[in-house]
């Protein structure tokens, strides 16, 4: 079972790379600014100290004559500080754009395994490649990163899923209960990153998911927080087993169950708590449950 190359979504917003002015233009507008705070400050002591008139001398004693100098050695020293912080402030933001990229660079390097994994014939392989995303969106350099893992495991609930056999196909239905514990396997990690709170850094909260048209056949997404973000369970099925989005909250954002059915299985929302955002349940079908 493949997963698409086209459902890995690739970043192009324009916001790679490290975008720095020319050291000629920082420079410039650091010294502008240093004089017109000078300027400012200087103006306001003038004003708080009420001077009316500037005492002039007519000689240039040697005490004039020292501050003079150490007035200009001042200004080159200052002069020089300013030029070493931009200096250092360029470094600084090249190290950490440089750090940034190789982070993404091996990011995307266990993601491109992760995603070999859960398109593997096995099973057992597959898990590991769930479990592999989740802890790659859990350690994602970048918001957009995480996002992506988590396209991916919603791409795979949203894979054409072949219902149970029966028990008459055992070879079948052994392939059946496999691959259900694979897709349920990443409903759980969905359920727990969503129980987290939004302050956690493993939370996932504010995120997206994309379960257009998927087949759940049970599942357990209780207490889950769909908050920030959109969630689309458009056209999903709910075919057999039990669902449990028991006390499930829906706080911002919204969850679309337009077009969604639900034949032949449970769906528990006992104390769900949808308020703040959008929830759709247009054209919902309800048949042949309890």
């Known amino acids: 079972m ?5 459902w890995i979504r690739r970043q192009n917003n324009g916001e790679r790379g490290l975008r720095l002015w020319p050291v000629g233009r920082a420079l410039t507008l650091v010294f502008v600014g240093s004089i017109v705070i000078a300027g400012s400050v200087f103006w306001t002591l003038v004003v708080l100290l009420d001077a009316r008139k500037v005492k002039t001398e007519t000689l240039l004693t040697s005490a004039t004559l020292f501050d003079m100098v ?23 933001r090249v190290d950490e754009d440089g750090a940034l990229r190789e982070a993404t660079r091996l990011h995307t390097e266990r993601f491109t395994t992760a995603v070999a994994q859960l398109g593997d014939a096995s099973p057992a392989i597959q898990l590991g490649g769930v479990h592999a995303l989740a802890g790659l969106a859990d350690d994602a350099p970048t918001i957009e990163l995480r996002q992506t893992c988590i396209d991916v495991l919603c791409a795979y609930l949203r894979m054409p899923y072949t219902p149970d056999p029966g028990s008459s196909d055992q070879e079948g239905h052994h392939a059946y209960l496999a691959g259900r514990e694979v897709r349920h396997t990443i409903i759980r990690l969905i359920r727990d990153h969503l129980r987290l709170p939004a302050a956690s850094p493993r939370s996932w909260q504010k995120r997206d998911f994309d379960l257009t048209n998927a087949v759940f056949d049970g599942g357990d997404l209780d207490y889950a927080e769909f908050c920030g973000g959109r969630v689309s369970f458009v056209g999903a099925e709910f075919s057999s087993g039990h669902v449990n989005f028991n006390g499930a909250k829906s706080l911002a954002g919204g969850v679309d169950f337009s077009h969604a059915k639900f034949a032949g299985g449970g769906v528990d929302f006992r104390h769900a708590e949808f308020s703040g955002g959008a929830v759709g349940f247009t054209n919902t079908k309800v048949s042949g449950g309890p």
């Open 70 to 92: 150490k007035l200009s050695f001042g200004v080159v020293a200052g002069a020089g500080a300013l030029v070493a912080l931009v200096v250092a402030y360029r470094k600084q």
């Open 2 to 6: 493949g997963i698409p190359t086209g």
